[in-house]
C-alpha cells in the first residue's frame, strides 16, 4: 500500500522517513504539513484582508475545500502528523493525544506584531519520542529567521527530521494544488503496478 499523497503533496516524506531513517534513530519530527494553512499566513502578510477574506482566493486557487474547516482549525495537519509518527516510529495514536489548535482566530494585529519582532506565523506541527512516549502537538508558532520554517512561503510544506546520528536534515516541496498532489498519487500507482508486473495471456 502507497500513500505518499496522503500527506505533504509532492514531498516524499514517507519515502524519506522509511528508507533514508529505516537504521537511525529518530528524535523528533516537525514541519509545515498543511498548504492551505501556509498559504493563508503568507497572504496575510502582504494583504491587510483578514482570513476569511482570503479563503476564497485559496479555494479558487485549488488549495482550500469548498469546506475548510479541517485545514485552518488544524484537524488536517493532525491527521498528517499522526501518519509521519506512525511512520517514524510505529507508534498509533488518537488525534485525541495531540494538542491542537489552528489559524481560525488569527487576525491581521497578530501578524503584525510578528512582523514588529522580525517574526512570522506559522503552523507547526512537532512530535518527538524520549523513553518511549511520544509527545506532538500542532499549533501556530512565532518563527524566526534563523528558524528553516521561517523561510517557507505559500503552499510550500517543510519536514525537519532530527536524526540520531545525521543531525538535524529539511526537506521543503509544494504542499497543496491539483498537480503537486496529482504527481504523488501517480508515483503510488506506478510504485504499486512495478510491484505486481504481470503477463497476459495469449
Not at 62 to 88: C, M, N, Q, W
Not at 197 to 202: D, E, K, M, P, R
Request: with cysteine; charged share 25%; proline share 5%.
Amino acid at each position: 500500500m502507497r500513500y505518499e499523497a496522503a500527506d505533504c503533496a509532492s514531498l516524499p516524506v514517507f519515502r524519506i522517513l522509511e528508507t533514508f531513517y529505516f537504521e537511525e534513530p529518530v528524535n523528533s519530527i516537525r514541519g509545515i504539513f498543511n498548504g492551505t494553512c501556509n498559504y493563508l499566513l503568507t497572504r496575510m502578510e502582504s494583504d491587510p484582508r483578514e482570513l476569511e477574506q482570503l479563503l476564497p482566493e485559496a479555494q479558487r486557487l485549488g488549495y482550500a475545500e469548498v469546506d475548510p474547516t479541517d485545514d485552518i482549525d488544524g484537524h488536517d495537519t493532525v491527521f498528517k502528523l499522526l501518519l509521519l509518527i506512525r511512520s517514524t516510529w510505529g507508534d498509533i495514536l488518537q488525534p485525541s493525544d495531540v494538542h491542537r489548535s489552528g489559524i481560525r482566530a488569527l487576525q491581521q494585529e497578530d501578524m503584525a506584531r510578528a512582523r514588529n519582532n522580525n517574526r512570522r506565523l506559522k503552523l507547526v506541527a512537532e512530535a518527538s519520542r524520549e523513553n518511549g512516549m511520544v509527545r506532538a502537538s500542532v499549533g501556530v508558532r512565532e518563527i524566526g529567521p534563523d528558524d528553516p520554517l521561517y523561510h517557507v512561503s505559500a503552499e510550500n510544506n517543510i519536514l525537519q527530521v532530527m536524526g540520531a546520528w545525521s543531525g538535524p536534515q529539511h526537506y521543503t516541496g509544494r504542499g497543496a494544488g491539483s498537480l503537486p498532489t496529482g504527481k504523488a498519487m501517480l508515483q503510488d500507482v506506478l510504485d504499486l503496478a512495478a510491484r505486481h508486473s504481470f503477463t497476459l495471456a495469449n
